[in-house]
């Protein structure tokens, strides 16, 4: 049993393909690379992340994704319906990675200790790390869309919380998973679609674009510019989730 082995999909909300709002920095794009390494972490205050090392042409991009809350929960509550769970969108990036390299979801994955190179804050340089590996994601062929960000520095405050400050920075963030081969989003294997279209549209809407989410311009306030159910694996050979007819 793996790590994540708790965090299923049941009596969760289903996630919908959306568009968005208006070291190596990646121009907003589409990329199709290997996953080099995905491990587990936790923060100070208990919510779990997953760890993502991609490599596409020839140069790696990291991200840290949350995939809990501080309670272990992969959800949040509706709050126009409260007995709706929305799975948070960091679990539902990671799911998606799942399931479009290995067709399981991410409630299945095992997990080795491997040690990883991870970046010591107080040494200020890379520490090899024994750390919870997804060990049948590594390796694995995907295309993420990743997005440019433009968003203000956080400044820490005495109770140690973050709130945003007037400089900025930009930086990249995962904003939607796709199968290589078919092109097809989870949400479209979900509900049966013959074609996948959400490819297109996310390139035409967010190639070349950075995405302006700052919450204070030039020293203002203002306002800033989920994975489906997954069969148990079983020990019969099964229908690809992304094989069509």
């Known amino acids: 049993m793996g790590l994540f082995a708790n965090l299923g ?35 100070d205050g ?32 509706n709050k126009e319906d409260n007995s709706k769970k929305v799975p948070l969108p960091g679990f539902t990036l990671i799911n998606d990675i799942c399931l479009c390299t290995t067709e399981r979801p991410l409630a299945q994955q095992a997990t080795e200790k491997k040690m990883v190179n991870i970046y010591d804050y107080d040494l200020k ?14 390796g694995q062929t995907v295309s993420l869309g990743i997005i440019k960000v433009l968003e203000n520095k956080g400044v820490k405050q005495n109770d140690g919380t973050y709130v945003p400050g007037p400089e900025t920075r930009e930086l990249n963030s995962i904003e939607k998973v796709f199968h290589t081969e078919s092109h097809f989003t989870m949400v479209e294997v979900d509900a049966g679609a013959e074609e996948a279209t959400f490819w297109n549209s996310w390139v035409e809407k967010n190639k070349g674009v950075t995405r302006d989410k700052r919450k204070i311009k030039d020293g203002s306030a203002g306002k800033p510019g989920s994975a ?18």
């Open 9 to 43: 999909t049941e009596g969760l909300e289903k996630s919908e393909d959306r568009l968005g709002g208006g070291g190596f920095l990646r121009e907003s794009d589409i990329y199709t690379g290997v996953i080099k390494v995905a491990y587990a972490g936790k923060s």
């Open 46 to 77: 208990g919510a779990q992340n997953v760890t993502i090392i991609f490599v596409e042409g020839g140069k790696e991009y990291r991200e840290t994704v949350y995939i809990t809350n501080k309670k272990g929960e992969n959800f949040f509550l």
């Open 125 to 138: 340089k890379d520490v090899a790390t024994s750390v919870d590996c997804l060990v049948d994601v590594q």
């Open 228 to 245: 489906p159910k997954a069969e148990a694996a079983g020990t019969t050979p099964k229908k690809s989730l992304f094989a069509k007819g």
